[in-house]
Nanobody, 125 residues
C-alpha cells in the first residue's frame, strides 16, 4: 500500500485547510485510515481516524469539533478538513493505513504499518 498526502500549506490562525491522502490499495474499504501529526521536538500524535468499511470516526480531544475526517472509497482517498486552525496545529501531518476487520478503528500509532510521506501545515498567529 502506498499513501500520498497533500494539501498542507501556510495559513493564518482561524483559516481552514483540507488535507488529502490517496491510496494505491486495491481493497481500500477494508482499512482503518488515520491522520497523525508531529510538531518540532515532539512525538508523533494521533489526530483522527476513520473505519472505511463503516464510516465510524475517532478524534483526539484537541481537535474534536474543529477537524473532520472523511473517506471516499471510490477515489481511494481520505480527507482531513481542518477548521479554525491555531498556531499549535503547526506540524507535519501524516496519513496512515491499517488493514483491519470490518468497522474497526485503530488509533494506536504502533498498529499502522503503512505511512504517507507527510505534508507540512504551518499556522501563523
Amino acid at each position: 500500500v502506498q499513501l500520498q498526502a497533500s494539501g498542507g500549506g501556510l495559513v493564518q490562525a482561524g483559516d481552514s485547510l483540507r488535507l488529502s491522502c490517496s491510496s494505491s490499495g486495491r481493497t481500500f474499504s477494508r482499512y482503518s485510515m488515520a491522520w497523525f501529526r508531529q510538531a518540532p521536538g515532539k512525538e508523533r500524535e494521533f489526530v483522527a481516524a476513520i473505519s472505511l468499511s463503516g464510516g465510524k470516526t475517532r478524534y483526539a480531544d484537541s481537535v474534536k469539533g474543529l477537524f473532520t475526517i472523511s473517506g471516499d472509497n471510490a477515489k481511494n482517498t481520505v480527507y482531513l478538513q481542518m477548521d479554525s486552525l491555531k498556531p499549535e496545529d503547526t506540524a507535519i501531518y501524516y496519513c496512515a493505513a491499517a488493514e483491519v476487520p470490518s468497522a474497526v478503528i485503530v488509533t494506536n500509532i504502533a498498529l499502522y504499518p503503512y505511512w504517507g510521506q507527510g505534508t507540512q501545515v504551518t499556522v501563523s498567529s
